[in-house]
């Protein structure tokens, strides 16, 4: 089975531009979060999905938004980017909503803002 | 908000030295959850724990939840270099995202 699929791997954006990060989960898994981890610190919740709909908002600004398709598979966007929003994001699978079952982590996409 | 707070930030130890990080949160938990990130890598999940005085082995790690469920710990017996990387205790209040600590990264001299 493959694992959590993020593309791209690695995007280089100018400030202000918008940014579009993909995440495929674990076939048969029907929850997504999105995680950004910037260096030497641990994840930071950004949004959680189960069933196409948003069931969890982390503190970060209304540029971040998020869906989920009918394939489970999500969209993470950000707007108006900034230099501070350089860093790892991470998509995190689980089997059901919440956190009861651990989180199978893709290999993430590596944001540059210059 | 939920804070989890990590100890120590960093660690260094010779090969065959023992290796402990302390997770405590500012909220009970539901269950703990710990995972590893090597260098470069993303988050691999460990274990995870939900009952109060819960102690689980894995081999030479040996993760324990506290009484109060507000506490964890993750101790390592006689290290090795594969064990290198960041540790990150993760937990939550109830059936919602989790919350990581900053992580302790671990460096092990051979």
């Known amino acids: 089975d493959a694992g959590v699929t993020q593309s791209p791997t690695h995007l280089i954006k100018t400030r202000g531009q918008h940014v579009t990060l993909r995440c495929s989960p674990i076939?048969?898994?029907?929850?997504v979060s999105w995680y950004q981890q910037v260096l030497g610190q641990g994840p930071q919740f950004i949004f959680q999905?189960?069933?196409?709909?948003?069931?969890g908002r982390g503190n970060f600004p209304d540029r971040f938004s998020a869906r989920q398709f009918p394939n489970y598979s999500s969209e993470l966007n950000v707007n108006a980017l900034l230099l501070g929003d350089s860093a790892l994001y991470l998509c995190?699978?689980?089997?059901?909503?919440?956190?009861?079952?651990?989180?199978?982590f893709g290999s993430g996409t590596r944001l540059t803002v210059v | 908000g939920q804070q989890v707070m990590q100890i120590p930030q960093y660690q260094h130890v010779q090969e065959g030295e023992d290796f402990t990080t302390y997770c405590n949160s500012s909220?009970?938990?539901?269950?703990i959850q710990w995972y590893k990130q090597r260098p470069g890598g993303h988050p691999v999940f460990l274990i995870q724990?939900?009952?109060?005085?819960e102690v689980k082995k894995q081999k030479r790690l040996t993760f324990q939840f506290g009484e109060a469920k507000k506490n964890s710990s993750l101790h390592i017996t006689a290290t090795q270099t594969t064990d290198v990387g960041t540790y990150f205790c993760?937990?939550?209040?109830?059936?919602?995202?989790?919350?990581f600590g900053k992580g302790t990264r671990l460096s092990v001299i051979a």
């Open positions: 995190a699978s689980s089997l059901v909503e919440g956190q009861f079952y651990g989180y199978t």
């Open positions: 076939s048969g898994h029907k929850s």
């Open positions: 999905y189960y069933e196409k709909e948003e069931r």
């Open positions: 909220t009970t938990l539901s269950n």
């Open positions: 724990l939900v009952k109060s005085g």
């Open positions: 993760a937990g939550a209040p109830g059936n919602t995202p989790l919350v």
